[in-house]
């Protein structure tokens, strides 16, 4: 043995994690499912289990964002990783993003996008309301971007996007339209074909109940040609016409391209299934339900919505205000070690004043006996902050 080592092995305790109700706007609480998926053995490349699960969570995420396009799959990594993959694979140097702008997301967008040498515009609306045609109809005229990118479900503010309305509208004017449904899918109305979405990205750990780290992302045929015609080459990592031949897209191939994580291709398939089985009208109208029994609870408590219109309330994220004096941030971290309920104060827009709050009733989650013990810690807490005069 040669060298002194200089770094000596850091003494490491045990970590107790207390077991909390995960209600913010994500990470959520597994299924138990997911947690039994999380153990399941090693999944290797070349074997047919393998190729049997990439084609599974395939299947299942057609039907999940009501898609009929081959170019279907998971990339590795967080909600960030789809965001990134569908701007960097769609636009190239010097073509222009317009971003329609109403909360944190949106900026995210507007900075990966800048990194690329991609040209941004962004307009924007009130954090609390969402875009009516007015708003984006003559910006796509004047622009002529070569697409558009909305948030569907904005966990920032809480409210959620009508879309029904916006692909049209970008193909009059020969833009692709990029949306984010990290927070909506399971828990809104989303239709991918239907509303003429070019792509789309989710994540796996906010309705889908399932851990952070892979993130399901879909191209249309238009955007697939986009891809496929393009001058410019996204970094190795993001690559979607590599991706593509990783999971299998097209039906004959089976290239590596990277080792993917075995328990998340096992939780991700565990997550979908859940929601297949319940089917999506259903696990709509569960997450719908269980946020108007959450609205109505609240509305004996001494809180605003942050939201004014219901129309425009996102069923999985409700944001708070709370009354003047209390200070959002300790409310939260006061329910979070006291009562064991996570909840989280204002993002983004909702941060400046540090009196919003934000919940998260969703996947797992979206019942009432959930939202009653929420609306219980919160009462508690008020008392408790009102007590100790905050
Ligand atoms: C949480 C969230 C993201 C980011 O997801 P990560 O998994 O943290 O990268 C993006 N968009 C929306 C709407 C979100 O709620």
Redesign the pocket.
């Known amino acids: 043995m040669s060298g002194e080592l200089t770094v000596s092995p850091p003494l490491i305790d045990e970590c107790e994690v207390v077991p909390r109700t995960l209600c913010g706007?994500?990470p959520s609480d597994y299924w138990p499912s997911v947690v039994e998926a999380l153990t399941r053995p090693v999944l290797t490349f070349s074997t047919d289990e393998y190729f049997k699960v990439v084609d599974d969570i395939r299947n299942c995420l057609k039907y999940v964002f009501q898609t009929q396009s081959d170019l279907v799959l998971a990339m590795s990594g967080?909600?960030?990783t789809g965001?990134e993959a569908v701007i960097c694979n769609l636009l190239g140097p010097g073509e222009t993003l317009l971003i329609a702008g109403r909360g944190i997301?949106d900026d995210r967008a507007c900075e990966m996008a800048k990194r690329y040498g991609i040209k941004t515009v962004v307009t924007k609306v009130p954090p609390h309301t969402t875009f009516v045609e007015q708003d984006l109809e003559p910006m796509l005229r004047r622009i002529r971007p070569a697409a558009l990118f909305i948030?569907h479900?904005?966990?920032s503010t809480g409210t959620i996007q009508d879309l029904s309305w916006v692909g049209k509208l970008c193909q009059k004017y020969g833009a692709l339209l990029l949306v984010?449904t990290?927070?909506s899918i399971g828990g809104a109305p989303f239709l991918m074909d239907a509303w003429a979405v070019d792509a789309v990205y989710t994540?796996s750990?906010?309705a889908l109940s399932g851990p952070?780290g892979i993130s399901p992302i879909a191209f249309s045929k238009l955007a697939e040609r986009k891809i496929q015609t393009r001058k410019h080459d996204p970094p190795f990592y993001f690559d979607i016409k590599m991706l593509s031949k990783q999971w299998n897209c097209y039906g004959d191939t089976r290239f590596y391209h990277h080792t993917m994580s075995p328990p998340l291709m096992w939780a991700l398939r565990a997550s979908l299934m859940e929601l297949c089985k319940e089917t999506l009208p259903a696990s709509w109208a569960r997450h719908r339900r269980v946020m108007l029994h959450f609205h109505k609870r609240l509305s004996e408590m001494p809180v605003q919505f942050y939201v004014p219109d219901p129309m425009h309330r996102l069923p999985t994220i409700t944001t708070i205000s709370l009354p003047e004096g209390y200070d959002a941030v300790k409310f939260a971290k006061y329910m979070a070690n006291e009562l064991k309920v996570v909840i989280m104060a204002g993002l983004g827009p909702t941060a400046p004043g540090g009196r919003v709050l934000r919940v998260g009733l969703m996947g797992a989650n979206a019942c009432e006996e959930v939202a009653d013990r929420v609306v219980q810690a919160m009462a508690d807490t008020l008392s408790a902050m009102r007590r100790s005069k905050l």
């Open positions: 706007p994500g967080a909600g960030h965001m997301w948030t479900g904005d966990s984010d990290v927070v994540s750990q906010k952070a």
